[in-house]
C-alpha cells in the first residue's frame, strides 16, 4: 500500500538558512500533520491542514510557515535557521480529522 | 490540556514473556488512543487505536491494549514477546475538544532478549 512519502530525507543547512521540507500524503488522504522530534524526545505537534485550510496550530515557531497545495501535498517552510532545529521532522495523513495518522519516515534536518 | 504519561523509560523481557508497556492519559473530553511504533531511523507505525466500543482493542502484530476510563489508562499488550518486538513505543491522545493533534507521551524502549 502507499505510504506517506516525505523529501528530502536528509537535509543540512547552516545557521540563518532557509529550508523546505515536502509531503505527499496516502492518497485520499485529506488532513495532513506536521511533527518535530528531537533527539531523544517524543514527537511534538507543528500544524495540520484540512482540506486546504489550516486546522489547529501547536508549537510552531513564526519562523517556520507551512501550507497543503491543491493535490493535496504540503510544504514546511523554515527560514533562519537555528542550531535548536536540527530534528526529524515527520509529516503525517489521514482520512478525514478523526482517524488514525499515517506518519512518513521523517526529514532529518541537521543545521550547523 | 491534554497529556500523556508513559512511567517507564525502558522495559526489558525475555522472548516468549508477556510484554506490558503502560500509558496513562488525562483529556478533558473523550480520550481517542493511539499506539504507535518506531524503529531506529524510522518513522512512527501505527499499532492500534481505542475510539469507542470495546476496552479491549486488538492491534497489529499481536498486540493488544485496554482501555480502563476509571484508571485513565491505556496499556499496550502482547502475549509472548518477540526480539523484533525491540522498538521504542509511543502512546498518543487526541482530545476532540482540543482539535486534531495528537499528543504523546515519552515514549518507552522496549528490549525483548533471545
Known amino acids: 500500500a502507499a505510504g506517506v512519502i516525505q523529501s528530502p530525507r536528509h537535509l543540512i543547512k547552516e545557521k540563518r538558512e532557509t529550508a523546505t521540507l515536502k509531503c505527499y500524503p496516502i492518497?485520499?488522504?485529506?488532513?495532513v500533520y506536521w511533527y518535530q522530534q528531537g533527539p531523544g524526545q517524543d514527537p511534538q505537534f507543528l500544524i495540520s491542514f484540512y482540506e486546504k485550510m489550516q486546522s489547529d496550530k501547536g508549537s510552531i515557531p513564526d519562523r517556520f510557515s507551512a501550507q497543503q497545495f491543491s493535490d493535496y501535498h504540503s510544504e514546511l517552510n523554515m527560514s533562519s535557521l537555528e542550531l535548536g532545529d536540527s530534528a526529524l521532522y515527520f509529516c503525517a495523513s489521514s482520512l478525514d480529522r478523526g482517524n488514525e495518522q499515517y506518519f512518513g519516515p521523517g526529514t532529518r534536518l541537521t543545521v550547523t | 490540556a491534554q497529556s500523556v504519561a508513559q512511567p517507564e523509560d525502558q522495559v526489558n523481557v525475555a522472548e516468549g514473556n508477556p510484554l506490558t508497556v503502560k500509558c496513562t492519559y488525562s483529556v478533558s473530553g473523550n480520550p481517542y488512543l493511539f499506539w504507535y511504533v518506531q524503529y531506529p531511523n524510522r518513522g512512527l507505525q501505527f499499532l492500534l487505536k481505542?475510539?469507542?466500543?470495546?476496552?479491549l482493542v486488538k492491534g497489529s502484530y499481536g498486540f493488544e491494549a485496554e482501555f480502563n476510563k476509571s484508571q485513565t489508562s491505556f496499556h499496550l499488550k502482547k502475549p509472548s514477546a518477540l526480539v523484533s518486538d525491540s522498538a521504542l513505543y509511543f502512546c498518543?491522545?487526541?482530545?476532540?475538544?482540543?482539535?486534531?493533534?495528537?499528543?504523546f507521551g515519552g515514549g518507552t524502549r522496549v528490549l525483548v532478549k533471545p
Open positions: 481505542y475510539i469507542t466500543g470495546d476496552n
Open positions: 498518543a491522545v487526541r482530545d476532540w475538544a482540543a482539535g486534531n493533534k495528537l499528543t
Open positions: 492518497p485520499r488522504h485529506d488532513t
